[in-house]
């Protein structure tokens, strides 16, 4: 492992992370971008044969201002069908005010079809517009020196202790290619339909990940995973909470998150930091009130819990995933300890498995494993 970290991943640490102490880093939340880009492309198109084409953007534009501006319209109407003979008269000698009213009336019993499309189309670029500004809500700090991991979601706070785990920490933080996902404890789907993300469930996805994913899916080349950032920064986290780290590699990450970003990175996050993050990412609670949280799960919950449970991504396209079933499923404590894992901590607790549980289908061992890609002769991670 080389200690100092290269000026590529120097960029990545402040595109992920920032330094909220001596010990702690923040990671936040990105999502959903290349659902954007997808949906973003679409309606280019529709924008450019809507508003740009020239045999359907002075019908558009028209009905525009029928829809939101219906005087302009019948004036615009008026003008069409004024008399060459007399300007306060139309064709069929109807008076302008005459003309006006029937304007009115037409579009309120004839061009209500009209209309509706106009703000259909209308509140589909608004929705999307928005959707891109979104914020990003999710904020989760790793501390090395106490071994937690903690977040503060919709006035709830959720910590994890890493040396209650039952399995390596790198099967804590599941690799796809496209993303990096994992769940700070406790796990829980709060509501019935369980297939969208709710809670603690983090997830960073940024074009370093997907782009590449993309990529790999329209070239069915699968060399092109390689390019995903995701599994560095998976590294990133073992690294970083691993006290067996070298201290000079840690300080090489600080050090990183200390440095002022380049012109380069401040016009990125400008430009394209609202694709993977909306207009912002909100911020955890002042450091008092979670400190008060951390002190109160530690008097009240800690005692209580003895392992956690883990859970795996649905990585086999056999399996049947449901509304309720989720895209995680949860490996209870019973259930690893059938399994053999009944040491907690784990004894490798920092070391990547040969064999990891989030291997196979699509997303194969993927940065999950030791040795990506190269699996071991026992299928299990006890060896």
Known sequence: ??????????????????????????????????????LGIILMGGIYYNFIDLNHKEWTWRNVELTFQPDKWAEKQYEYEVSDEDPNLTRWGETKEEFLISMKEHR????SLIIGYIYILTSLYFSFF??????????????????????????????????????????????????VIFWVHPYEYPHKINIFRRGSQMMVSDYTMWLPMLGM???????????????TLKRFL???????????????????LE???????????????????????RGLPKDEVLE???????????????????????????????????????????LNRALGFKRVPYKNLYEY???????GGFIGGWGNELEDGKYSEKDDLLS
């Open 238 to 256: 073992v690294d970083f909470m691993n006290p067996d780290t070298p201290p000079e590699r840690i300080a090489s990450m600080m050090k990183a």
């Open 353 to 359: 498995p040969k064999r990891s549980m989030h291997s």
């Open 130 to 179: 928005l959707y891109c500004l979104w914020p990003a809500k999710r904020r989760v700090r790793f501390d090395r020196k106490r071994s937690i991991i903690y977040t503060y979601v919709n006035k709830k706070f959720y910590l994890t202790e890493v040396n209650k785990l039952m399995r390596p920490f790198p099967e804590y933080i599941i690799n796809t290619g496209a993303m």
């Open 1 to 38: 492992m080389q200690n100092e970290l290269t000026k590529k991943e120097q960029r990545l640490m402040r595109r992920w992370f920032r330094k909220t102490g001596e010990n702690t880093i923040e990671l936040k939340e990105k999502r959903w971008g290349w659902i954007k880009i997808i």
């Open 108 to 111: 309120r019993e004839k061009a």
């Open 259 to 281: 440095t002022r970003p380049s012109i380069c990175e401040y016009l990125e996050k400008i430009l394209f930091g609202w694709i993977d993050s909306g207009l912002y990412c």
């Open 292 to 334: 008060t949280e951390i002190e109160k799960y530690f008097t009240e919950q800690a005692p209580k819990i003895k392992a956690l449970p883990s859970c795996s991504m649905r990585a086999d396209p056999s399996e049947k995933t449901t509304l309720k079933s989720g895209f995680l499923t949860i490996e209870t404590v019973e």
């Open 217 to 231: 899916i329209f070239t069915l080349n699968q060399n092109l995973y390689k390019r995903s950032s995701a599994a």
